[in-house]
């Protein structure tokens, strides 16, 4: 409820007797008005109006199959800087994660797999949802993490997906071209 001479809210409590019966209560009527006749303007402010949100550039559809991978500077858990420029010629897999995430908790055993099986492939993890560094630098210690893990990735997240879920997974060929993406993991389909 809003007090329409101060707009500010009202909180009603009803108080019911402890000896107050089933009946009684159970023939109260509460609220009578149908949300047809509902007329949310009373409740407002005088000069009050609805706008439309302005649109702030064009949002980037997701990056796809065939498109060059967008290059990044991030600084991993040791303090070295990573671009993605400095892999080419490399076959590179980009993952979106997050130690905070709890299907990405299971990723790095299957990463350190493909590299053990394809030592050839550069992985890189990036951390999407912008975690403190001792936190994440805790994880890729306890998580026994070889590959390079990179910080504050969430723009770098945007630009590559319009989807904030990890993990996402990127591979890029040895040109810069993205040759698969998929997001989610599961152990059956790894």
Known sequence: HVDKGTYMPIRYHRILDHNSSMVQVSHVEYDTQRLEDFD????????????????KGVVKAKLRRGDFAPDFKLGDTEGRTHTLSQYRGKTVLVEFT??????????????????????????????????????????VKRKGVTHPYLLDGKSTHAIYTDNAGVPSFFIIDAEGKIVAEFTGYSEQTS
């Open 40 to 55: 949310i303007y009373s409740y407002l402010p005088p000069h009050f109006t609805f706008s439309k949100p302005e649109a």
């Open 98 to 139: 997050s130690v905070a995430c709890s299907v990405c908790q299971i990723v790095p055993a299957f990463l350190h797999q493909l590299s053990v099986e394809f030592p050839q492939l550069q992985i890189l993890s990036i951390e999407a949802w912008n975690m403190k560094a001792s936190t994440c630098l805790n994880w």
